[in-house]
């Protein structure tokens, strides 16, 4: 197998990225030097890995530190509408990369650090021991080569998010920026983050994610800027109107980290919330002599922003979790209102006392319901604080707030019970009540006598205990509601708040979902990025819609070729991975058949491993035909509790053993587990992908934000008409996918008539063979009974319905196979779906939601960098 390029070789022949300047490479190794300098401790004369890597990065954060603060002066100065991105999960994923990408850095980078030289008579080079003589390093000054990609290497991801939710977040900040959007996101700083996921003995294990173990180069602390966050207490009833008192108060510390556009010299802030406890916390007890123990009770406080509870489409009604969403969201709203109140740069004295004008200088999305809390904790602020009437309290918290809904899966709404709300908020418990008292009378008014309706549209659900919609609440509370692709949108209004859209039609809207081709084109697939760049150019960078113009090459030879040389490379790159990992020998030839979300019922990867047996059981049947070769990777974290997806984990890799060790099947068919799949991990597997697992049971997957990542890095999509693979199938034409299954139509009226799996396994022997071996212990003979559950489930409780859609998979499964066996005509397949990628940026999304909802728009306007003067 020829050795791949590396991204260092690739980077010398890349346009997009820039030619670096001797000036700038000179400039950065400077810098670079001095930070090493002040980075090395003095008993220490030799850098370890880690030193460089975090003298690259304060490097790199030089260049960022000046944008930003011209950016927050132009703000002020501006003073346009601000933008609030509220969300309880930022997956942010590596700060390095995509920094120097869209300041335009990383070539010039890359250079500097390999020139860099030094006088030391120890071996400083990165692959080195120490006692060896390096080949770079001969004489008494050297040049080090440092690699980048090994520095980069080194950074730990910033895994504040579960999945989908959090990484669309991190690309919408990366858009808001581009954008230039006076945009902020706020969520919380989590210590833990999403836990590292170890597969033993095929089993998932958990272990801590201590992210911040060695320290964060790209935060800053603003401790000038805590803030006081209440819990508890009670409610007094006086003249004045009511009074929270007697709370026990926890500080949130912001930690501020820079976002920069892209080549615009905009930084925007993401500022995560951090909690500590005040130094008076618990000390009451010192006066009963247990200094000790109201010291350690300080953890109580902190524990808040503790850990990321790592259930993804699931609500976990725990009561740590409930002051997760009201620490975030009262620290947030208390630093939105300050900044609205000061609006010259500098200025700490309120310039504002009048909330009038608030909605016209602030807009708050809530990312889903987890920051629902935002509108009572508006409304007490301009009851309690301002004493406001509540019709003018009311209609400003409306026009500020909007609500994005990313599920209509029941299991994963937010039903927080009344109980837990009357101990630790009693306030706004009483806010909400009156909240819903007024939308009843409301509801009431236009249908009367609608009891039933009512009971629908309730905030309170009755019941034992009786609990509080918070979607329900989200919908009420603002000015705009939308859904994530506009199947999902679509199905919003027609059931899960059919009721409410009834009332206000125009509240409902859809803003379908999209990615930054920042990060997931030109930073994880640079290969492809400069084949695109030399015939269209590199504006396709801002404006995706531009990848339309390469129709004009689907019959160009030359091109195709080159696409197909691309693919074949990230191939092989992959491959070399994934040997070193998992001991597998990998076929590039084969087909990279790529499952990587959540593991989830709903996401279908036991339909997937259905198929994995049945291609299985056709090579062992005829072991001398031809047969198109695959390696299958399935990769995903199952939340801890969820015994279902720890399963379906355990059955995919005992499978793998099987199959990876059958003499007979040879490198045919391989199956891999994508351990601990994460955003770095991403980056490395979808620009290697041939095929796309898209294959949720229609109207369960609300969007999905892989399948666009898939298909602006060349992988077909072989999927069902759910989430946006319904919009990726109009954009590229439904012919150019491998579509398969039941649509939501059929879905609903097998539920009105009822499913029986049964029927299927009688009538399919393919599936009734699968199912067959998994229950009588084929792929765990060890324990025969390991897999009853699954089968049970299968064959009783499935709400997903897999044996429905098991023959149209594996049918279609037979197309790709038919099509791979033609690489010129799977290539220009592939070309047809990069080139109707364009819908599926984020900077679309972020702009229809500016334009539609927040009532703001989108500038070109590129900031002075910090070297020129400003007008």
């Given at each position: 197998?020829?050795?791949?390029?590396?991204?260092?070789?690739?980077?010398k022949?890349?346009?997009?990225?820039?030619?670096?300047?001797?000036?700038?490479?000179?400039?950065?190794k400077?810098?670079?030097?001095?930070?090493?300098?002040?980075?090395?401790?003095?008993?220490?004369n030799?850098?370890?890995?880690?030193?460089?890597?975090f003298?690259?990065?304060?490097?790199?954060?030089?260049?960022?530190?000046?944008?930003?603060?011209?950016?927050?002066?132009?703000?002020?100065?501006?003073?346009?509408?601000?933008?609030h991105?509220?969300?309880?999960?930022?997956?942010?994923?590596?700060?390095?990369?995509?920094?120097?990408?869209?300041?335009g850095?990383?070539?010039?980078?890359?250079?500097?650090?390999?020139?860099?030289?030094?006088?030391?008579?120890?071996?400083?080079?990165?692959?080195?021991?120490?006692v060896?003589?390096?080949?770079?390093?001969?004489?008494?000054?050297?040049?080090?080569?440092?690699?980048?990609?090994?520095?980069?290497?080194?950074?730990?991801?910033?895994?504040?998010?579960?999945?989908?939710?959090g990484?669309?977040?991190?690309?919408?900040?990366?858009s808001?920026?581009?954008?230039?959007?006076?945009?902020?996101g706020?969520g919380?700083?989590?210590?833990?983050?999403?836990?590292?996921?170890?597969?033993?003995?095929?089993?998932?294990?958990?272990?801590?994610?201590?992210?911040?173990?060695?320290?964060?180069p790209?935060?800053?602390?603003?401790?000038?800027?805590?803030?006081?966050?209440?819990f508890?207490?009670?409610?007094?009833?006086?003249?004045?109107?009511?009074?929270?008192?007697?709370?026990?108060?926890?500080?949130?510390?912001?930690?501020?980290?820079?976002?920069?556009?892209?080549?615009?010299?905009?930084?925007?802030?993401?500022r995560?919330?951090?909690?500590?406890?005040?130094?008076?916390?618990?000390?009451?007890?010192?006066?009963?002599?247990?200094?000790?123990?109201?010291?350690?009770?300080?953890?109580?406080?902190?524990?808040?922003?503790?850990?990321?509870?790592?259930?993804?489409?699931?609500?976990?009604?725990?009561?740590?979790?409930?002051?997760?969403?009201?620490?975030?969201?009262?620290?947030?709203?208390?630093?939105?209102?300050?900044?609205?109140?000061?609006?010259?740069?500098?200025?700490?004295?309120?310039?504002?006392?009048?909330?009038?004008?608030?909605?016209?200088?602030?807009?708050?999305?809530?990312?889903?319901?987890?920051?629902?809390?935002?509108?009572?904790?508006?409304?007490?602020?301009?009851?309690?604080?301002?004493?406001?009437?509540?019709?003018?309290?009311?209609?400003?918290?409306?026009r500020?707030?909007?609500?994005?809904?990313?599920?209509?899966?029941?299991?994963?709404?937010?039903?927080?019970?009344?109980y837990?709300?009357?101990?630790?908020?009693?306030?706004?418990?009483?806010?909400?009540?009156?909240i819903?008292?007024?939308?009843?009378?409301?509801?009431?008014?236009?249908?009367?006598?609608?009891?039933e309706?009512?009971?629908?549209?309730?905030?309170?659900?009755?019941?034992?205990?009786?609990r509080?919609?918070?979607?329900?609440?989200?919908v009420?509370?603002?000015?705009?509601?939308?859904?994530?692709?506009?199947?999902?949108?679509?199905?919003?209004?027609?059931?899960?708040?059919?009721d409410?859209?009834?009332?206000?039609?125009?509240?409902?809207q859809?803003?379908?979902?999209?990615?930054?081709p920042?990060?997931?084109?030109?930073?994880?697939?640079?290969?492809?990025?400069?084949?695109?760049?030399?015939?269209?150019?590199?504006?396709?960078?801002?404006?995706?819609?531009?990848?339309?113009?390469?129709?004009?090459?689907?019959?160009?030879?030359?091109?195709?070729?080159?696409?197909?040389?691309?693919k074949?490379?990230?191939?092989?790159?992959?491959?070399?991975?994934?040997?070193?990992?998992?001991?597998?020998?990998?076929?590039?030839?084969?087909?990279?058949?790529?499952?990587?979300?959540?593991?989830?019922?709903?996401?279908r990867?036991?339909?997937?491993?259905?198929?994995?047996?049945?291609?299985?059981?056709?090579?062992?049947?005829?072991?001398?035909?031809?047969?198109?070769?695959?390696t299958?990777?399935?990769?995903?974290?199952?939340?801890?509790?969820?015994?279902?997806?720890?399963?379906?984990?355990?059955?995919?890799?005992?499978?793998?053993?099987?199959?990876?060790?059958?003499p007979?099947?040879?490198?045919?068919?391989?199956?891999?587990?994508?351990?601990?799949?994460?955003?770095?991990?991403?980056?490395?597997?979808i620009?290697?992908?041939?095929?796309?697992?898209?294959?949720?049971?229609?109207?369960?997957?609300?969007?999905?934000?892989?399948?666009?990542?898939?298909?602006?890095?060349?992988?077909?999509?072989?999927g069902?008409?759910?989430?946006?693979?319904?919009?990726?199938?109009?954009?590229a034409?439904?012919?150019?996918?491998?579509?398969?299954g039941?649509r939501?139509?059929?879905?609903?009226?097998?539920?009105?008539?009822?499913?029986?799996?049964?029927?299927y396994?009688?009538?399919?022997?393919?599936?009734?063979?699968?199912?067959?071996?998994?229950?009588?212990?084929?792929?765990s003979?060890k324990?025969?009974?390991?897999?009853?559950?699954?089968?049970?489930?299968?064959?009783?409780?499935?709400?997903?319905?897999?044996f429905?859609?098991?023959?149209?998979?594996?049918?279609?499964?037979?197309?790709?196979?038919?099509?791979?066996?033609?690489?010129?005509?799977?290539?220009?397949?592939?070309?047809?779906?990069?080139?109707?990628?364009?819908?599926?940026?984020?900077?679309?999304?972020?702009?229809?939601?500016?334009?539609?909802?927040?009532?703001?728009?989108?500038?070109d306007?590129?900031?002075?960098?910090?070297?020129?003067?400003?007008?």
């Amino acid at each position: 197998m020829a050795r791949p390029l590396t991204d260092h070789e690739k980077r010398k022949q890349i346009s997009v990225r820039g030619i670096a300047g001797l000036g700038d490479v000179a400039e950065i190794k400077k810098s670079f030097n001095r930070h090493l300098h002040f980075t090395l401790v003095k008993d220490r004369n030799v850098a370890t890995p880690r030193d460089y890597y975090f003298a690259l990065a304060h490097t790199v954060r030089d260049h960022l530190v000046g944008r930003w603060i011209r950016t927050q002066q132009y703000y002020y100065e501006k003073d346009p509408k601000r933008v609030h991105y509220l969300s309880l999960e930022f997956y942010m994923g590596r700060t390095l990369q995509n920094t120097m990408v869209n300041l335009g850095l990383q070539n010039t980078c890359d250079e500097a650090i390999y020139q860099v030289t030094s006088r030391s008579t120890r071996c400083l080079h990165l692959t080195c021991v120490c006692v060896c003589v390096c080949v770079v390093c001969v004489g008494g000054t050297f040049q080090l080569g440092l690699d980048l990609e090994e520095l980069e290497d080194i950074e730990e991801d910033a895994g504040l998010g579960n999945g989908g939710l959090g990484r669309l977040a991190a690309c919408f900040l990366d858009s808001m920026a581009t954008l230039g959007l006076a945009a902020y996101g706020y969520g919380i700083r989590y210590e833990f983050g999403i836990f590292n996921q170890k597969i033993s003995n095929g089993w998932q294990v958990e272990e801590a994610d201590d992210w911040l173990r060695y320290g964060n180069p790209w935060e800053k602390a603003r401790p000038e800027y805590m803030l006081p966050v209440h819990f508890y207490g009670r409610v007094e009833h006086t003249g004045a109107g009511p009074k929270w008192v007697d709370t026990q108060v926890v500080l949130a510390m912001p930690y501020d980290t820079p976002v920069p556009g892209f080549k615009n010299n905009t930084v925007n802030t993401m500022r995560l919330w951090s909690a500590k406890a005040p130094n008076d916390f618990n000390l009451q007890e010192f006066n009963v002599g247990d200094y000790i123990q109201a010291v350690l009770d300080r953890n109580l406080a902190e524990n808040i922003s503790r850990v990321l509870y790592p259930n993804d489409n699931f609500f976990e009604g725990k009561e740590l979790r409930l002051k997760q969403e009201y620490f975030v969201v009262a620290a947030t709203l208390q630093d939105i209102i300050r900044r609205f109140k000061s609006s010259k740069f500098g200025c700490r004295d309120p310039v504002r006392t009048s909330f009038e004008s608030f909605p016209d200088k602030v807009a708050i999305q809530l990312n889903d319901t987890h920051p629902a809390l935002a509108i009572p904790e508006l409304m007490r602020f301009f009851l309690d604080v301002e004493k406001m009437s509540w019709e003018k309290a009311w209609d400003i918290t409306r026009r500020t707030c909007s609500y994005t809904n990313h599920t209509v899966l029941p299991e994963a709404l937010e039903r927080w019970p009344v109980y837990m709300f009357e101990k630790l908020l009693p306030r706004h418990l009483l806010i909400i009540y009156e909240i819903n008292q007024r939308h009843l009378d409301m509801i009431s008014a236009l249908y009367p006598g609608d009891s039933e309706r009512l009971r629908r549209m309730s905030l309170i659900e009755e019941g034992d205990p009786k609990r509080i919609n918070m979607a329900h609440l989200c919908v009420v509370g603002s000015h705009a509601v939308n859904g994530v692709a506009r199947i999902h949108s679509d199905i919003v209004k027609s059931t899960v708040f059919k009721d409410f859209y009834d009332v206000e039609p125009e509240k409902f809207q859809n803003k379908t979902n999209g990615i930054t081709p920042r990060r997931w084109l030109l930073l994880c697939n640079p290969g492809l990025a400069d084949i695109i760049a030399e015939k269209i150019g590199e504006d396709f960078l801002k404006d995706l819609y531009q990848l339309r113009k390469l129709l004009d090459y689907i019959n160009d030879d030359v091109f195709i070729r080159d696409v197909a040389k691309v693919k074949q490379e990230n191939k092989q790159k992959l491959a070399v991975y994934l040997e070193k990992q998992y001991k597998v020998k990998i076929n590039p030839e084969s087909i990279f058949d790529i499952h990587v979300k959540r593991i989830h019922e709903y996401k279908r990867q036991l339909l997937n491993c259905l198929h994995i047996i049945t291609y299985y059981n056709r090579i062992k049947k005829e072991p001398n035909k031809m047969f198109v070769p695959r390696t299958i990777m399935v990769g995903g974290k199952a939340a801890p509790g969820y015994h279902m997806a720890k399963m379906i984990i355990k059955l995919i890799t005992s499978v793998a053993q099987v199959v990876n060790n059958d003499p007979v099947v040879g490198d045919r068919l391989k199956v891999i587990f994508l351990e601990n799949y994460r955003v770095t991990l991403a980056e490395k597997v979808i620009p290697a992908a041939d095929l796309s697992e898209q294959i949720s049971t229609a109207g369960t997957e609300a969007s999905g934000t892989g399948n666009m990542k898939f298909m602006l890095n060349g992988a077909l999509t072989i999927g069902t008409m759910d989430g946006a693979n319904v919009e990726m199938a109009e954009e590229a034409g439904e012919e150019n996918l491998f579509i398969f299954g039941m649509r939501v139509e059929e879905v609903e009226a097998m539920d009105r008539k009822g499913y029986n799996a049964l029927e299927y396994y009688e009538r399919l022997p393919e599936l009734r063979q699968v199912m067959d071996q998994i229950r009588t212990g084929f792929f765990s003979p060890k324990e025969p009974e390991l897999f009853k559950g699954i089968v049970n489930m299968l064959m009783h409780h499935d709400r997903f319905k897999v044996f429905a859609d098991y023959e149209a998979y594996i049918n279609s499964q037979e197309k790709v196979n038919n099509l791979y066996n033609h690489p010129k005509e799977w290539t220009k397949k592939v070309i047809r779906n990069i080139a109707a990628s364009g819908k599926f940026s984020s900077d679309r999304t972020i702009s229809e939601y500016a334009k539609e909802i927040w009532g703001v728009e989108p500038s070109d306007v590129k900031i002075p960098p910090p070297n020129e003067p400003r007008d």
